[in-house]
């Protein structure tokens, strides 16, 4: 609701409640009067605007508005006036109760007795002017069920609100967090976008400096040979442009792609024709793989005997093992000169160990005591 129609509304809520007063006040009570009873003066009027005009600013001035309300009431009692039923002064212990309710015990508490003290300071009064207590049980015993109601709905109405507000907070907390984990797998999507096509890149680039330098220097000592440097570049070439293409269909299709074994011992055998002897252990696979577990166990492999070509021997044993939950790479070579983490051509061992931890996996890669370099990748399969 708008402030203009709580205005509104408020405004209206304390004429109803004066023209009710008035009424009562007119009539001398709800019942037959008594001798002596006053009529509707001019201290009469005074007094039910007093009790019916603090309504037009509950929202604002809750306590206040009550404390003036019930003042007001009490003067009229006091003074003999018929106000059978308080009309104005219980809605405002409504809207007290509920500008207090979740409020700490100290500033809840003066409201609650400034409340429920409203009908003992009415009996009071009636017994101070002669009255029985007895005689106005029925009176006083509906005054106090009105102002405990009134207390009790504005307690629970604001005690609602407050739920309702929790709860709203609670599922714009929900939100956030998917909007994070949404930005953060999207994030994530892009370094793996990233490091495919930097990968596939670096890979081919090396192998193509190296044919283009081996074609330049054997081109008029050893023309079949550099003719075979160059096919080995336009194949290169070729097939980088294919696992770019395949990268960009593969973001676009989420359904599953098959593990290959061909496509890693193309791998193999593309090193193998650059020079690299590799003894190679692929089995076959029992199923298709999850796009993402081929992919990076194809990269893993790449980047793994990039390394061996360029830091090792010569030579390299792989072996890949597809089992029901998981892939286990393994890589061994010799060693001659030290593995960079991170070289400046390209993420090297930590590119790979990122790509298997992104997929829940490990990867570890450290030289040994006989002078080979051992990596083992574990991917698992979900």
Do not use: C
């Amino acid at each position: 609701m708008s402030n203009k129609r709580r205005w509104v509304a408020d405004g209206a809520l304390a004429g109803a409640a004066l023209a009710g007063t008035l009424l009562i006040l007119g009539a001398r009570g709800l019942g037959p009067p008594s001798p002596g009873t006053p009529g509707l003066d001019p201290v009469a009027v005074a007094l039910a605007v007093l009790t019916a005009a603090p309504l037009a600013v509950r929202r604002q001035f809750p306590g206040t508005a009550y404390a003036v309300s019930a003042v007001a009431s009490l003067a009229l009692l006091r003074l003999g006036y018929p106000l059978d039923i308080p009309v104005a002064t219980a809605p405002a212990a409504y809207t007290l109760a509920v500008a207090r309710a979740g409020a700490p015990l100290p500033r809840r508490l003066p409201a609650l007795i400034a409340v429920h003290a409203f009908v003992p300071v009415a009996v009071l009064l009636y017994a101070s002017d002669g009255y029985r207590v007895w005689d106005l049980f029925t009176e006083m015993f509906t005054w106090a069920v009105l102002f405990a109601g009134a207390w009790l709905a504005g307690d629970r109405s604001r005690l609602r609100e407050l739920r309702l507000a929790e709860a709203r907070a609670y599922a714009e907390r929900v939100r956030q967090d998917a909007e994070r984990e949404r930005r953060l797998a999207a994030a994530d999507e892009r370094t793996r976008i990233a490091r495919e096509l930097h990968d596939s890149a670096g890979h081919a680039i090396n192998v193509i400096l190296v044919q283009a330098g081996a074609a330049r220097l054997l081109q008029e000592r050893d023309p079949e040979r550099a003719r075979a440097a160059l096919t080995a570049v336009e194949s290169v070439a070729r097939d980088t442009i294919t696992d770019i293409d395949r990268l960009v269909r593969a973001l676009r299709d989420d359904r599953d792609v098959p593990a290959d074994p061909g496509a890693l011992d193309a791998l193999i055998e593309r090193h193998r024709a650059n020079g690299l002897r590799i003894a190679a252990d692929l089995p076959e696979t029992s199923g298709p793989l999850p796009r993402s577990v081929a992919w990076a166990a194809y990269r893993i492999l790449q980047e793994a005997l990039t390394n061996a070509a360029r830091h090792g021997a010569g030579s390299a044993e792989v072996a890949v093992r597809f089992r029901r939950d998981r892939v286990e790479i393994d890589v061994t070579n010799p060693a001659l000169s030290e593995i960079e983490p991170e070289t400046r051509t390209g993420h090297g061992i930590v590119g790979m160990r990122e790509r298997a931890t992104l997929l829940g996996g490990t990867l570890r890669a450290d030289h040994a005591a006989d002078g080979l370099f051992r990596l083992s990748a574990t991917l698992p399969v979900t």
